[in-house]
């Protein structure tokens, strides 16, 4: 129906490390040669929890635009711009504010464990309550198909489809809907009228999905219908709605995890993070200070690569020839941790090489992003506006 695309956006409050890189740039960068991708500096979604400290944000929206560039998101593959350049964002969260029910709200699982987890910041405020309701909107606006998510991030997903269902459920009504449906119907021609009529029946009275996919398929063929007559034939085959907005699906990433130094999460916050771009010297100390499986206080004591945060960074960077020099020479003493940390080192500088390169044009010439993201500004506010225009004549507010 509407074409395939994937939207995902990260918050500008801080360095991006090498946890981020592993657990979502990598990602993109996969997916931005599979489907059309449209990636967001989320720096309304940052104000949410830094409200009262919001000096982070316009240094970090560049500085992770570099991180992004560097990593290798290619702007020439995927759209790149900044959520709040996009008002559109805003619009649509206000829109779907009035139809959202507060339950469903208070039920997002993340809502209260971060509530717990921020516990030093006041977070009993509308716009923080509000955020899957943005984030949804940052979605639907975009009519994506697919969003990159972890486990935990599941219940946001499924709560923008209820979002989704609901508004077409409401606003999807249109006077005459039935009658401009069948009209609808018969521009596809008589053989095809026919056969969407039969499988619209076969779907409707006895819940064959597969009717219902070929008929969608159909419908994907047909070119010589508009816009609007597709949706209410999308529409008419599960009711007798249109649909204006489209349920997005959770796109799960089997993304590699790095912990942190100290085998915690990696997190600037801890003191635990190796910046994306990080100098060799400083990466060469940061891992030579790691700390190690605490029974191998001496070089003859023999440990556990279990116990210890370094064999995490081994599982991540490490072929499986290096993992089991590691795993026998811990447990033997053969090595010690100095000469088992060398090759996670060498690993990381090299993964850095082609990041530093490609950052440095853009630090040289800042105003490449600047460029960048200007283009990306202007086609992601080409996409949203496109649903907003359905959106506001759905909900009355056309007046042209
Ligand atoms: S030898 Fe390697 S895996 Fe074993 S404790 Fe030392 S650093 Fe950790």
Request: glycine share 6%; with cysteine.
């Amino acid at each position: 129906m509407y074409p395939d695309r994937v939207v995902s956006g990260m918050r500008p409050t801080g360095a991006m490390h090498l946890g981020h890189y592993h657990g979502a740039l990598k990602n993109w960068i996969k997916m931005q040669s599979e489907l059309p991708c449209l990636f967001f500096v989320a720096d309304w979604h940052a104000l949410t929890t830094h409200y009262d400290d919001p000096s982070i944000i316009e240094r970090s929206t560049w500085d992770m635009l570099v991180d992004w560039l560097a990593a290798g998101v290619d702007p020439s593959q995927s759209t790149l711009f900044i959520q709040s350049r996009v008002p559109e964002h805003a619009e649509l969260h206000l829109l779907l504010s009035m139809a959202t029910p507060l339950g469903w709200l208070e039920r997002v699982p993340t809502y209260k464990d971060q509530i717990e987890n921020l516990s030093n910041k006041d977070l009993a405020t509308y716009g923080f309550l509000g955020y899957p309701l943005l984030q949804a909107a940052d979605v639907l606006i975009y009519r994506a198909s697919q969003v990159p998510v972890g486990d935990d991030q599941v219940p946001h997903i499924e709560m923008m489809r209820e979002i989704a269902r609901r508004f077409n459920h409401l606003y999807g009504k249109e006077k005459g809907f039935e009658e401009k449906a069948q009209d609808a119907v018969k521009k596809l021609g008589s053989k095809r009228a026919k056969l969407y009529n039969e499988l619209r029946t076969e779907y409707q009275q006895d819940g064959k999905e597969e009717a219902l996919e070929q008929a969608k398929a159909m419908l994907d063929d047909a070119q010589s219908l508009s816009m609007g007559d597709r949706e209410r034939l999308f529409g008419y085959l599960e009711g007798s709605r249109k649909l204006i907005l489209v349920e997005p699906q959770a796109r799960l990433t089997a993304a590699s995890r790095l912990p942190g130094l100290d085998g915690r999460k990696m997190s600037k916050s801890y003191g635990n993070s190796i910046a994306l771009r990080e100098d060799k010297a400083t990466v060469e100390k940061k891992i030579r200070t790691m700390p190690t499986d605490p029974a191998r206080v001496r070089r003859t004591d023999a440990g556990d690569p279990a116990r210890c945060p370094v064999w995490q960074f081994h599982q991540v960077y490490s072929d499986n020839a290096t993992q089991e020099w590691v795993v026998k020479g811990c447990k033997s003493a053969g090595i010690g941790c100095i000469e088992c940390k060398q090759p996670v080192i060498d690993a990381i500088i090299k993964e850095q090489e082609p990041m530093h390169e490609r950052a440095q044009q853009y630090l040289d010439d800042p105003s490449l992003v600047r460029a960048i993201v200007a283009d990306g500004n202007d086609a992601a506010r080409k996409m949203a506006l496109e649903t907003m225009r359905d959106v506001r004549e759905a909900m009355g507010l056309a007046y042209s």
